[in-house]
């Protein structure tokens, strides 16, 4: 014990004082200096935290960025350009399409009218800009006189003409370049405004664009037309003035794309619009036309339409030849129903020696063959469209087809009957101003009926598709 005392005197300096202090006084002398570290504490769990998540930030903007949001982002430039277009054009846009339709149809008719009455040489200028305006002091009259006395027609058909009769013709074709334009000008100006201010789908926008570059690409045609009845070496010594059938008849074409393709875009939209403001029935219309019955009579359309087009074209041919101007009766041509032989495939109109180019140039050039040709395709077209009408009321295509293709066809049936007694009636009586045009609007009006009848046999896949998603969204519970 007494080895013990010596040891424990030694190791009691060195003994806390905390287990002879109660509690309560532990508590008292801690306060001070813990109060500090909890909040430094927390001070730093809240700094490490900050310096965590912004790492993370810092890592996900490196890492994942290049990934998930670059992925992202030709996403969203679709999904904007699809809210810029609209799904469906506004009925304004096809009301104006249909407008503008109407003036190229009125532009056609005048056209014939300028080249009936042979004025459609009289300026021999082409100024896009500056030829908006014509002649406004007698000046100005007699430069465009001197101008127009130095063309072949001046000088080989209206040689006696003074100024005042030149002011007629010349104001006809003025007005028919004038109305090019004002279709131009109105036609590209609303359309930039109806896609700027969202009124039309992407599909029409589109559309748009192509009509805007047809309607200057008509214009460069048409100068191109009349630039090749300004020319001496086209006509052969003591022939009439006139210009190429082939530009002629190009310039026709192009024009009746023009009329379609604005007529179509029109009527397309209003469609669509009456389909999808009842699903319902617009689900019975596409059961209808998909009937296994109705496809052969959709085919047949289709040929009958390109069988119009081409005896539009043999009458620009005719038009150009100034080949309504021989035989003169019908259905005789002569002595027989067809000119002699000789007639027809006459070596005068070749011009290679080996007379490769024999046939092809009679059937474009000869105004005898021109001429029955165009008897041909108008005879054909007539009894293709009986015979189809015909069709569309017997069998599975009656029960099938639906009631606005019978009434289509139907009034194609009497177009065709109207433009076949223009047609005969303008070849009688040796193609009268009147008769003519009137034929030539019959063709537009024939095309239209045809067009019109096809147009409702078809339902675009784009129109099917809002059709199905419209039905589905009144039809899922909410």
């Known amino acids: 014990?007494?080895?013990?005392?010596?040891?424990?005197?030694?190791?009691?300096p060195r003994l806390a004082a905390s287990p002879f202090v109660c509690r309560q006084c532990l508590r008292q002398q801690q306060q001070?200096?813990?109060?500090?570290?909890?909040?430094?504490?927390?001070?730093?769990?809240?700094?490490?935290?900050?310096?965590a998540k912004a790492k993370s930030t810092r890592f996900f903007s490196a890492s994942a960025v290049p990934t998930a949001a670059a992925a992202a982002i030709p996403e969203a430039a679709a999904a904007n350009a699809k809210r810029?277009?609209?799904?469906?054009?506004?009925?304004?846009?096809?009301?104006?399409?249909?407008?503008?339709?109407?003036?190229?149809?009125?532009?056609?008719?005048?056209?014939?009218?300028t080249r009936l009455t042979e004025s459609g040489l009289s300026i021999t200028e082409w100024k896009p800009v500056t030829g908006s305006l014509p002649p406004l002091t007698q000046a100005h009259w007699e430069a465009e006189f001197d101008k127009y006395r130095a063309s072949p027609e001046f000088k080989l058909l209206n040689s006696h003409m003074d100024v005042e009769e030149f002011k007629k013709i010349y104001y006809m074709e003025w007005t028919h370049r004038l109305w090019g334009r004002v279709i131009g000008l109105s036609f590209v100006a609303p359309a930039i405004y109806f896609v700027v201010r969202r009124r039309a789908s992407r599909r029409v926008a589109v559309h748009l664009l192509g009509i805007s570059a047809l309607i200057g690409f008509q214009g460069f045609?048409?100068?191109?037309?009349?630039?090749?009845?300004?020319?001496?070496?086209?006509?052969?010594p003591g022939s009439h003035p006139r210009v190429s059938q082939y530009r002629l008849a190009t310039h026709l074409a192009t024009a009746f794309v023009c009329y379609s393709w604005m007529l179509l875009a029109g009527l397309s939209i209003l469609r669509t619009r009456r389909l999808l403001a009842d699903p319902t029935a617009a689900t019975k219309l596409f059961a209808a036309l998909n009937s296994p019955a109705v496809a052969p009579f959709r085919r047949s359309v289709t040929a009958l339409t390109v069988l119009v087009f081409t005896t539009v074209l043999s009458g620009a041919l005719v038009a150009g030849l100034d080949a309504g101007l021989i035989y003169n009766e019908f259905p005789m041509m002569g002595l027989?129903?067809?000119?002699?032989?000789?007639?027809l495939w006459d070596k005068f109109y070749s011009r290679k020696e080996d007379?490769?180019?024999?046939?092809?140039?009679?059937?474009?050039?000869?105004?005898?063959?021109?001429?029955?040709?165009?008897?041909?395709?108008?005879t054909t077209t007539f009894c293709a469209v009986l015979a189809l009408w015909a069709y569309s009321r017997t069998g599975r295509v009656a029960a099938a087809l639906p009631k606005e293709a019978k009434k289509g066809m139907l009034g194609v049936v009497h177009l065709v009957s109207l433009q076949v007694a223009l047609g005969i009636s303008t070849l009688i009586y040796m193609v009268p101003i009147s008769l003519a045009a009137a034929h030539q609007a019959g063709s537009l009006a024939l095309l239209t009926g045809v067009l019109v009848l096809g147009h409702r046999l078809r339902v675009p896949k784009s129109t099917l598709t809002k059709v199905q998603k419209k039905l589905a969204s009144t039809t899922t519970p909410r």
């Open 1 to 12: 014990m007494s080895l013990l005392i010596p040891g424990l005197r030694r190791a009691a």
């Open 32 to 51: 001070p200096r813990t109060a500090p570290s909890r909040i430094l504490g927390q001070l730093r769990y809240a700094s490490t935290e900050s310096q």
């Open 84 to 113: 810029f277009f609209p799904e469906t054009s506004s009925k304004s846009v096809a009301y104006w399409l249909i407008g503008s339709a109407a003036s190229v149809f009125g532009i056609v008719v005048f056209g014939g009218l």
């Open 221 to 236: 045609i048409g100068w191109w037309m009349v630039k090749s009845g300004l020319k001496d070496d086209l006509f052969a």
């Open 336 to 343: 027989g129903l067809t000119p002699p032989r000789s007639e």
């Open 355 to 378: 007379g490769s180019d024999l046939w092809w140039r009679n059937m474009l050039e000869n105004p005898s063959l021109v001429q029955l040709d165009h008897r041909i395709l108008a």
